[in-house]
């Protein structure tokens, strides 16, 4: 009898995979890539048609040789990693390295493809194996030369003009870009004052308002009323003429229909588990592979969800049947459109062969599986079957009503508007959310019941103060849905791109807002100045668009690496001659250094921006920059704070490792306090039972916790604390842990209990904010 190997990526799909293929089959994992290009320069010759330098990642190495051992007593070769480039490289990766052993001597290989784990798709998929795709591989190979080949010419580049350790990527540096230029669109943003008045009315004992759209005859704009004074004379004029009525002057109801959203692709469920779960695209990743992978629902293991990583809006014909069935018999026949909905997908690059993100047994009800999913991956999967569900429901029906009502002698008038739902259609399982809406997805508002020409109770006229807002900075949904819009990047990509960002610091992630930090500015600000086209919007996407192309067998791909590598890298070596460090790390200024006269200067240092005198280093005057940029002259003293050491003022610092309290006599006087206090978490110290455990910043950030009678008690913990006795071993605290495999769980902290259960809440709940502020 035959034996057949099988190689997927992860042990989890492995675990999954095998027991679908019985006794047979062997299924080991790759553990993702096995080879890489080699991490240092000349791995990509250009000169030799892009010839590339591999070798096995070493982590992966006994992977490697363990599939080389389980290979020697298989007949058959069955390559089934993830249906994408990157799965097709790994696949193809593999063949190459087992080939040059001469392992594959006299032994069938085949490529398998799957868009679910599920045993119907694993055994059609071996019934029917396909072979490697090669223009996939040129794809993925082009992919990987360009970002090496931009990596190791351009990050040399920034060490020479910025500073050492840094890197550019060729996909990162257009998002960054986005946040950057967002940032000073805020930066540069005027706010203006504006007024808006509005009349609070009641109709048959229900209280509703209605804005004002017409004065004097004069039809009312955003900026018409700009002061108080007239807004006040405004309110005045209205009250007089209403005399405590206004009449219902014109009425208008008409229905509306709203359509459901399309089922899940991987930028959309990054970003409504962002908006709706507040996961990370990383979080949401991470959680939707486990999904995919492989769950076990009481003694049966079954990926609950379609793969993760595609752009295709498509559902199966069996799939949609199935869905329709399940919408009949759980929410009634007339909640079944009379023909299954299509959606188009919106990337013209998407594999219409590919599904979008669905469950795969739509029947695995959320709430029937519950107990065998951790808080996150229910959440998750939860989303994803009420999106899905949803799609394939009839429209919802909204009642729609607008009516006008006239002050006075009809010279002013004021507008009211709602929405009541007379058939819910899709709407009971499921409304799609919006970004920067602090209104709750769900609210609708709601109007008394009206007739033209009847009066309605006026209680009083509302004169509201507003001003302008800039537009908000970039959240983790919003950036997504910007890169997917403009073309850059690809659905494997999203969550890589935001995590270099944040890795590199050239990001930082607060009140989940992006900000680019001092050195992500210069790096861009150099990128924008100096490579321009590299980190245009355009020629990102159709770079993206060729590569596709390429995929697609439409164009090879060594053309294509000749016509990006020529231009980049004579573009390369003109800049290293003809930019200066100065012109990209300082920025001229109109004042002169109090102490020698020269030119002062905005220059970056290790902890940032500071202003200092272009005659360094003969001269070595320096001050402080303040956030918004504006200069800092003296050090901000911490009003009615004095040194405990010597008495003297307290002052705000910057050091390498941010904002500080020191002593303004320093450097007579060394004292020094954190900006920010530790936050109590209000748990007592297990160890000591006298102090209560703190929440603390280490000189890197980090977060963690440790008793508050240091040094006396050394106790510490880097998860948080709850106030909970171990059900195990009686510990008088328990910590909320987060990890890959297993999601959020409380945990006992003692290293020999090994007591672990889900946690419902969110980590952050317990965690509480970073710090709070010195007073």
């Known amino acids: 009898m035959s034996k057949n190997l099988v190689i997927v990526e992860s042990p989890a799909k492995a675990k999954t995979i095998e027991k679908y293929l019985g006794k047979d089959f062997q299924v080991l994992a790759s553990y993702g890539h096995v080879r890489d290009l080699v991490p240092k320069e000349g791995a990509v010759d250009p000169a030799n048609d892009f010839a590339m330098?591999?070798?096995?990642?070493?982590?992966?190495?006994?992977?490697?040789?363990?599939?080389?051992?389980?290979?020697?007593?298989?007949?058959?070769?069955?390559?089934?990693?993830?249906?994408?480039?990157?799965?097709?490289?790994?696949?193809?990766?593999?063949?190459?390295?087992?080939?040059?052993?001469?392992?594959?001597?006299?032994?069938?290989?085949?490529?398998?493809?799957?868009?679910?784990?599920t045993k119907k798709a694993v055994t059609d998929a071996i019934a029917h194996p396909e072979e490697l795709a090669i223009n996939l591989i040129n794809a993925q190979q082009a992919r990987r030369a360009l970002d090496y080949l931009v990596g190791f010419n351009l990050s040399p580049l920034l060490w020479k003009k910025i500073r050492r350790g840094l890197s550019a990527g060729r996909v990162q540096s257009p998002a960054l870009r986005m946040i950057v230029e967002r940032e000073l669109e805020i930066e540069a943003f005027k706010s203006r004052e504006y007024w808006t008045i509005e009349a609070a009315l009641t109709a048959h004992e229900q209280a509703f308002k209605a804005r004002l759209t017409q004065l004097d005859g004069a039809k009312q704009s955003q900026f018409s009323i700009t002061n108080q004074a007239e807004a006040e004379a405004a309110k005045q004029t209205l009250l007089n003429a209403a005399d405590g009525k206004l009449i219902v002057s014109k009425l208008e109801k008409k229905q509306q229909k709203r359509n459901p959203a399309p089922p899940f692709i991987t930028s959309t469920l990054q970003q409504e588990a962002s908006r709706k779960l507040g996961f990370t695209t990383k979080r949401t990743m991470m959680v939707a592979q486990q999904l995919y992978e492989g769950i076990d629902i009481g003694g049966e293991t079954a990926g609950l969800i379609t793969y993760m990583r595609t752009d295709s809006v498509n559902?199966?014909?069996?799939?949609?049947?199935?869905?329709?069935?399940?919408?009949?018999?759980?929410?009634?026949?007339?909640?079944?459109?009379?023909?299954?909905?299509?959606?188009?997908?919106?990337?013209?690059?998407?594999?219409e062969a590919h599904e979008a993100i669905r469950p795969t047994y739509p029947r695995y009800l959320p709430a029937q599986i519950k107990n065998y999913l951790t808080a996150e991956q229910f959440k998750l999967y939860d989303l994803i079957w009420k999106r899905t569900i949803a799609c394939q429901m009839i429209h919802a029906t909204l009642d729609m009503i607008a009516v006008d009502l006239s002050c006075g002698d009809g010279l002013h008038m004021f507008r009211a508007s709602g929405s009541t739902i007379a058939s819910p259609g899709f709407m009971a399982v499921y409304l799609?959310?919006?970004?920067?809406?602090?209104?709750?997805?769900?609210?609708?508002?709601?109007?008394?019941?009206?007739?033209?020409?009847?009066?309605?109770?006026?209680?009083?006229?509302?004169?509201?103060?507003?001003?302008?807002?800039?537009?908000?900075?970039?959240?983790?949904?919003?950036?997504?849905?910007?890169?997917?819009?403009?073309?850059?990047?690809?659905?494997?990509?999203?969550?890589?791109?935001?995590?270099?960002?944040?890795?590199?610091?050239?990001?930082?992630?607060?009140?989940?807002?992006?900000?680019?930090?001092?050195?992500?500015?210069?790096?861009?600000?150099?990128?924008?100045?100096?490579?321009?086209?590299?980190?245009?919007?355009?020629?990102?996407?159709?770079?993206?668009?060729?590569?596709?192309?390429?995929?697609?067998?439409?164009?090879?791909?060594?053309?294509?690496?000749?016509?990006?590598?020529?231009?980049?890298?004579?573009?390369?070596?003109?800049?290293?001659?003809?930019?200066?460090?100065?012109?990209?790390?300082?920025?001229?200024?109109?004042?002169?250094?109090?102490?020698?006269?020269?030119?002062?200067?905005?220059?970056?240092?290790?902890?940032?921006?500071?202003?200092?005198?272009?005659?360094?280093?003969?001269?070595?005057?320096?001050?402080?920059?303040?956030?918004?940029?504006?200069t800092a002259d003296e050090p901000e003293v911490l009003e009615g704070r004095a040194c405990p050491t010597c008495s003297s003022p307290l002052v705000l610092k910057a050091g390498r490792y941010g904002k500080f309290i020191g002593c303004s006599a320093y450097p007579k006087c060394r004292y020094i306090e954190p900006l920010e206090k530790p936050m109590d978490t209000g748990v007592e110290c297990p160890q000591c039972k006298t102090g209560s455990i703190l929440k603390r910043k280490s000189r890197n950030g980090k977060i963690f916790y440790s008793c508050s009678g240091y040094p006396k008690c050394d106790y510490a913990l880097w998860n948080a604390p709850v106030k909970e006795s171990c059900p195990s071993c009686h510990w008088p605290i328990?910590?909320?842990?987060?990890?890959?495999?297993?999601?959020?769980?409380?945990?006992?902290?003692?290293?020999?209990?090994?007591?672990a259960t889900p946690y419902e809440g969110d980590p952050a709940d317990v965690q509480g904010p970073v710090s709070s502020p010195v007073s």
């Open 734 to 755: 328990l910590t909320v842990k987060e990890t890959k495999r297993r999601g959020v769980e409380k945990v006992c902290p003692q290293k020999d209990c090994k007591y």
């Open 315 to 351: 559902l199966s014909v069996e799939a949609v049947a199935d869905i329709r069935e399940l919408i009949a018999e759980n929410y009634g026949i007339g909640n079944v459109p009379k023909e299954p909905r299509v959606f188009k997908t919106k990337s013209k690059n998407a594999q």
């Open 432 to 630: 799609e959310g919006k970004d920067d809406n602090k209104e709750s997805d769900d609210k609708e508002s709601f109007l008394p019941p009206l007739e033209e020409g009847r009066p309605v109770d006026l209680n009083d006229i509302v004169a509201g103060q507003h001003f302008t807002e800039p537009p908000p900075r970039y959240g983790e949904a919003s950036l997504v849905k910007a890169l997917e819009e403009h073309g850059i990047g690809r659905p494997s990509t999203y969550a890589t791109i935001i995590s270099t960002l944040q890795n590199r610091e050239y990001v930082t992630l607060d009140s989940k807002r992006f900000y680019p930090t001092d050195v992500g500015r210069i790096v861009n600000k150099f990128l924008t100045e100096h490579f321009t086209a590299y980190v245009d919007y355009d020629f990102t996407a159709n770079l993206e668009d060729e590569l596709d192309a390429v995929s697609r067998g439409e164009k090879d791909w060594i053309p294509l690496m000749r016509a990006f590598w020529q231009p980049f890298t004579t573009l390369i070596s003109e800049k290293e001659e003809s930019v200066q460090r100065k012109d990209v790390t300082q920025e001229a200024m109109d004042e002169k250094c109090p102490e020698c006269g020269n030119a002062l200067s905005i220059r970056l240092g290790r902890n940032g921006r500071f202003i200092g005198c272009t005659h360094y280093p003969e001269c070595s005057y320096t001050r402080n920059l303040n956030e918004d940029g504006t």
């Open 53 to 117: 330098k591999y070798e096995v990642i070493e982590r992966n190495q006994r992977h490697v040789q363990a599939i080389s051992k389980a290979l020697k007593t298989a007949d058959t070769l069955y390559l089934a990693t993830d249906p994408d480039r990157e799965g097709e490289a790994i696949s193809w990766h593999l063949y190459e390295l087992l080939n040059d052993k001469k392992q594959l001597k006299n032994k069938a290989v085949h490529r398998v493809v799957f868009h679910e784990i």
